[in-house]
């Protein structure tokens, strides 16, 4: 049963143009939230982090949004650029020393 | 280097021997996590310390599987009698705290 849910594996923007990545959760003791990004033959890279208590994170061209009640989370590239095509993950933590747990990732290509 | 490396990278090994895969995390990393990647999957939680402490190996999926850290800092999965599904690619990730983890490059196992 997959608490962390992404459902578009894959996703494919144009240079200059917005990336929106979305993930969904189903546990409701999920507190903290986490993007993660990762190139071919390296290791997950953590990207930008959002706590329950907000609903907005931005950090430059990169902004998370949470809608608790929807149980929603995405992720906006804006503008999008080549660099960013990688696989992106979804994580999320409950309260607690929980470990965290992760979507299935979708895979973001950004055309030129 | 300055961030967490496993080794070997890949490995190959025949059905029924034991494997024992490394993980050197960042220095002053309190907390060490083991995951386990299947393809097009998100990484899947095995088992984490904080300092030499094993915390919680509820990820662990049965007893052939066991880890450790005894000083505290490089940590090693043991894997016994593989078997063909424990085919994987297999992450160590450290973090300060339990969240925003760094993560290593992965040793990808194959069972013959």
């Known amino acids: 049963d997959q608490q962390v849910k992404q459902n578009s594996p894959s996703l494919s923007v144009q240079e200059g143009r917005i990336s929106i990545l979305n993930c969904d959760y189903t546990n409701s003791m999920f507190d903290y939230f986490l993007w993660y990004k990762k190139y071919p033959a390296e290791g997950p890279t953590f990207l930008i982090s959002i706590s329950s208590i907000k609903d907005k994170n931005e950090d430059g061209r990169f902004t998370v949004f949470l809608n608790k009640s929807a149980k929603h989370l995405s992720l906006h590239i804006v503008p999008s650029q080549p660099g960013d095509s990688a696989v992106y993950f979804c994580a999320a933590s409950a309260p607690g020393n929980t470990p965290l747990v992760f979507g299935k990732g979708t895979r973001l290509s950004v055309i030129a | 280097g300055a961030g967490v490396s496993q080794s070997p990278r890949y490995k190959v090994t025949k059905r029924g021997q034991d494997v024992a895969l490394r993980c050197d995390p960042i220095s002053g990393h309190v907390s060490l996590y083991w995951y386990r990647q299947a393809l097009g999957q998100g990484p899947e939680f095995l088992t984490y310390?904080?300092?030499?402490?094993?915390?919680?190996k509820s990820g662990l999926p049965n007893d052939r599987f066991s880890a450790e850290r005894p000083e505290g800092s490089i940590s090693t999965l043991t894997i016994q009698r593989t078997e063909q599904r424990d085919s994987a690619m297999y992450r160590c990730?450290?973090?300060?705290?339990?969240?925003?983890?760094?993560f290593g490059p992965g040793t990808r196992l194959t069972v013959l």
């Open positions: 310390f904080n300092y030499e402490a094993q915390q919680d």
């Open positions: 990730a450290s973090s300060l705290s339990m969240v925003e983890q760094f």
